[in-house]
T-cell receptor
Framework: DAKTTQPNSMESNEEEPVHLPCNHS???????IHWYRQLPSQGPEYVIH???SNVNNRMASLAIAEDRKSSTLILHRATLRDAAVYYC????????????FGKGTKLSVIP | NAGVTQTPKFQVLKTGQSMTLQCAQD?????MSWYRQDPGMGLRLIHY???????DQGEVPNGYNVSRSTTEDFPLRLLSAAPSQTSVYFC????????????FGEGSRLTVL
């Protein structure tokens, strides 16, 4: 799997939007961009994934740059429950059986 | 909904002992996998299975055995525990490999003395 680069940590105020960046300059044309998060003492939790177009779901939005070399996970209103480590992962798509987790971004939410 | 259930949640072993970490899912997922997470590192894939009777190695398979006799269960066996296997272990399942949404269990924290 191609490599991603994320900031080690970020802070956000509660009820404000959060933009979590991810760089993946060596992404290939068939790599999907996945985001997972891991709350303290829990297993990772799927957030969202996409290929080329921006994606929205009930948890977050994923904005993908036109050249696909970077993406941004957007949490529209941060809550205390959103404090977690967020992982940006590239996945080869069909036939892929492994997700390669990096160290992710630790998001702190300030009340 | 139970989802992915792992047992035990905590276990302490002595070097050389063997044990089995259990993983069960009730979502009829064909794909199941085991990851380990060490402090300061991301999750690393140990073994995975794409269906009953089919298993394959991941990134760090040494010292671990798996089998898949049913769709629901995917146990991870430590044959002779070593301190280097002290870690948190996560089981995950999905409909279609790593391409879609992976559902993770809550983890099993193993300490080998």
């Amino acid at each position: 799997d191609a490599k991603t680069t994320q900031p080690n940590s970020m802070e956000s105020n509660e009820e404000e939007p959060v933009h979590l960046p991810c760089n993946h300059s060596t992404i290939s044309g068939t790599d999907y961009i996945h985001w997972y998060r891991q709350l303290p003492s829990q297993g990772p939790e799927y957030v969202i994934h996409g290929l080329t177009s921006n994606v929205n779901n009930r948890m977050a939005s994923l904005a993908i740059a036109e050249d696909r070399k970077s993406s941004t996970l957007i949490l529209h209103r941060a809550t205390l429950r959103d404090a977690a480590v967020y992982y940006c992962i590239l996945n080869e798509g069909a036939g892929s059986y492994q997700l390669t987790f990096g160290k992710g971004t630790k998001l702190s939410v300030i009340p | 909904n139970a989802g992915v259930t792992q047992t035990p949640k905590f276990q302490v072993l002595k070097t050389g002992q063997s044990m089995t970490l259990q993983c069960a899912q009730d979502m009829n997922h064909e794909y199941m996998s085991w990851y380990r997470q060490d402090p300061g590192m991301g999750l690393r894939l140990i073994h995975y299975s794409v269906g009953a009777g089919i298993t394959d190695q991941g990134e760090v398979p040494n010292g671990y055995n798996v089998s898949r006799s049913t769709t629901e269960d995917f146990p991870l066996r430590l044959l002779s525990a070593a301190p280097s296997q002290t870690s948190v272990y996560f089981c995950a399942s999905s409909v279609a490999g790593a391409t879609g949404e992976l559902f993770f269990g809550e983890g099993s924290r193993l300490t080998v003395l």
